[in-house]
């Protein structure tokens, strides 16, 4: 394991130290976990947008517009500014997250799903998601920086051989850690109190995704 973290962290693409650390097996079911994980983040989304709703008594919004999508909740969005500019200002500033979150979620719900593809990074190492430049930027503007590893950014990111690919693993443990921080903070802007002064969002993650750890490499 030492030997594979080595040649990860010289650039090798193909570490031949990593060994065997997952059952392959237990990859095809990562890919069930992490489109639901789509899913639950938007389905958090539109509770917030409805909270928010009920909170501030918009009632001039047909209910399917109520939402954080800029898309669709144009009209519900400016209502919002209205009535809490500083809430409107932590939306905006998260703009590129919520985005990001519904341009994988008209992949999983409304279109194919995400394409699944085996790329030898590892021995057992190569269960990844191909993305697009439009998902890369989003990613990007999360706040996403080079990992110690080189090859994978810290959300997950592999740009290789003229292709863009996603560890699951990485990816759902930044958009976890992220949202956390997101609705902690929208829903105190709401009036609620904050949790996150006596929890780690990283011990959140743990917790509610051990399964992520088990089932791909971590390194």
């Not at 193909?14 to 489109?35: A, K, S």
């Amino acid at each position: 394991m030492n030997n594979g973290l080595a040649e990860l962290k010289r650039g090798s693409p193909y570490p031949e130290g990593l060994g065997v650390f997952v059952d392959l097996d237990d990859l095809l079911v990562i890919f069930y976990h992490i489109e639901y994980l789509i899913s639950m983040i938007t389905g958090i989304f539109d509770n917030l947008a409805n909270e928010t709703a009920s909170h501030y008594n918009i009632s001039s919004i047909q209910p399917n517009r109520i939402s954080l999508s800029k898309s669709s909740g144009n009209d519900f969005l400016k209502e919002v500014n209205n009535r809490d500019p500083v809430l409107k200002k932590h939306i905006d500033v998260n703009r590129p997250f919520i985005n990001l979150i519904y341009e994988f979620r008209d992949k999983v719900i409304h279109r194919e799903g995400f394409e699944r593809i085996i790329s030898p990074i590892a021995s057992h190492w190569s269960n990844l998601i191909v993305i697009n430049h439009q998902i890369k930027d989003y990613v990007k503007q999360c706040s996403d920086k080079p990992s110690p590893y080189k090859i994978i950014s810290e959300w997950g990111v592999i740009d290789r051989d003229g292709r863009i690919d996603l560890d699951p693993f990485y990816f759902a443990k930044n958009v976890v850690n992220n949202l956390i921080r997101f609705a902690d903070r929208y829903l105190q802007l709401l009036g609620y109190n904050t949790f996150l002064n006596n929890i780690d969002p990283r011990d959140a993650f743990i917790k509610d995704l051990e399964y992520f750890k088990r089932a791909t490499i971590r390194v």
